[in-house]
């Protein structure tokens, strides 16, 4: 059974940074990418980040590019979504996934396992 366990989200003014976190367990984590989404309030969830399984290659959501970072430590089975320059519009609740495989993607459909999300609001 896999359980991913999300932290770091809350409040913030806009400007300013978050780090979310991604704990895993169930799985060998260093075996499959990690994405991170997100979903407002009335819209569908959204692709924001993902990492393969080694970490070398990384995607991001054109929205997020040059503010977000994305990245793991396998030792700890932890990943992780540094946010910097916060927005208004990047107020959500982000969740951590599990690919089916070690290769980044961008695809939802590509993830089996999902945390139970962390609320990010960012104040204007």
């Known amino acids: 059974q896999v359980q991913l366990v999300e932290s770091g989200g809350g409040l913030v003014q806009a400007g300013g940074s978050l780090r979310l976190s991604c704990t895993a367990s169930?799985?060998?984590?260093?075996?499959?990418?990690m994405g991170w989404f997100r979903q407002a309030p009335g819209k569908e969830r959204e692709f924001v980040s993902s990492?393969?399984?080694?970490?070398?290659?990384?995607y991001y959501a054109d929205s997020v590019k040059g503010r977000f970072t994305i990245s793991r430590d396998n030792v700890a089975n932890t990943a992780y979504l540094q946010m910097n320059s916060l927005k208004p519009e990047d107020t959500a609740v982000y969740y951590c996934?599990?690919?089916?495989?070690?290769?980044?993607?961008?695809?939802?459909?590509?993830?089996?396992?999902w945390g139970q999300g962390t609320q990010v609001t960012v104040s204007s």
């Open positions: 996934a599990v690919a089916r495989s070690w290769v980044a993607t961008i695809r939802l459909v590509e993830y089996d396992y």
């Open positions: 169930g799985r060998t984590f260093s075996y499959y990418a």
């Open positions: 990492i393969s399984g080694s970490g070398r290659t990384t």
